[in-house]
């Protein structure tokens, strides 16, 4: 199955656009690590970058928060062009990293403080500031704790108060939930929430599909260094423009063959855990279609009617599902990726 | 003026008070050198020139206060050029990628963090000074006390030129170098030749040629010949030689220091400017 070639999606360019991004390409010597992209980000939305580790989302926030140098192509953030005016783009954006960047010899109150005066933000405001965010991440209780003694949540909220402290136009969030338990995921997710209804504008990058589904208004979907998919959440869904079936039968092959024949159905996937076949209007179709397998005296063992996850969407652009990530290096903190993979 | 560079300054002090294996340390290497190094060599060195006896009139300076400049150097020396480690965990460990994200200059990073590194020289100076007294180190013999005080500014303007142009140049070395283990061997070997091709614990005028040229252009020296202009006076009798400072000869190695640092900040803010920090 060759997926591949589709057309990306294209969300409509509005005016109020926060972020336009132009032709960008970047190479790592011969490497090319982000090929040729295009996408805006409009005022006050979610937008998500969603990818497997390797896909260019890392290089992609470097690039737009004037980490690296615009190599090809054009960025500009809050009017501001990436390239030319790069401390007017840094004033206007929050970063918060993939990886930690707080310094765990300092307080959270430190860190924070730390933060603002490296901003020129001046004494008064910053202090209003701090603790105003300290309440809103919910550390106004660890001010005087060590950075070190704080837990990985912590660390995260901690981040993201830093983040904000400049009253940032955008907020970019580097995989902001990699390494966290449960809790701590759905609370961030809170707090990503909240601060976006403030009128903050949110880009983020993240592999997991339920974050990108539950987070953002835009997802654009990224696989090496290519946009395959730019849309909404639903839109996306709808690009299947269709409902999943996944069914298991005791004849697979030739379930397979009876389902491309009637001619309203395509099987997506077929592995040794059964079919995945997708269909417009899933729920009339799906006993037409089971009565036209019984026909032929093949048991069916398991079926079950789902509308697309972001995965199926996945599969569906890329032609693999984001496990399969081939010649991979695993990387040392992928400990809280399990359990949102199909 | 942007001041911007104080912040990065705070941060480090603050941790340097903070971690107190860090500033025990630090404290307290300089007085081990002092005690062991400068007491065993000392009692050797007054038996081999006990014979000289010095021009009268002189002062006799003897062999612990006359190495105490070694001392400082020797202390400055390594703190400062380990100092760039610093730089290399923060990039490491991305405390520096805050930093470079913000509109902050490269130029007060680099600043900042030299400035907490002159800081942190200037009070190991501090501790080797008194330390030095108990021990039995004589400095402004015979000064009156308006001297002494400018002697003493003397000496920290010495003690802040040096460790400038020394945090300056460990700072590009460590950018340059990816790896720790890198940047240890690099010190060791640049330290060696510093200290010893100098006139820390011997007088030059003796050394072989090649290592006398060397000591010329040698920062170490240029701060050493400060430092025991202004603690000793400009004419003094140590190690069997009758030592005599012009205040041209003091100008000469003020100026030398000021362009070590001007070259080595150059350097090091041109390495900075072009890391990759991601």
Redesign the interface.
Known sequence: MVFNNRPAIQTGAAEDNVISVDNLRYRYGKTVAVDNINFTVKKGEVFSFLGPNGAGKTTTINLLTTLLPIQEGRVSISGFDVEKQPDDVRRSIGIVFQNPTVDWNLTAWESLEFHGRIYSITKEVRRNRIEELLRVVELSEKRNTLVKHLSGGMKRRLEIARGLLTRPVVLFLDEPTMGLDPTSRMKTWDYVKKINEEGVTIFLTTHYMDEADRLSDTICILDRGKIIANGSSESLKSALGMDMIYLETDDDVKSTQIIEAMGVASVVRSSAEGLIVSLKDGSQCMPKLLERIREEDIEIKNVNLNKPTLDDVFIYFTGRGLREESNETPKADNKGRGGNFP | M?T?FL??F??DM??FF??RSMLFTSLVQPAIWLALYGLSMSSNFELLTSGAAPPPGVLAVNYLTFMAAGVVSLTILFTCLYSGITLQFDKE???M????????PRSHILIGLSLSGVTKSLIQSIVIFLFGYVLGVRFFEGFTLASTVLSILGIFLFVVLLAFGLLFLSSMIALKLESHEGLQGVITLLSLPLFFASNALYPITSLPVVIRMASYVNPLSHFINGFRYFSLGSDFYAFGMHYIFSSYDILISLAFLIGFDVITYLLALRTIKKT???
């Open positions: 942007r911007e912040t990065i705070w941060r603050l941790k903070r971690i460990f991305g405390l990628k805050e930093m470079v994200a913000s509109p902050l990759k920090i991601v």
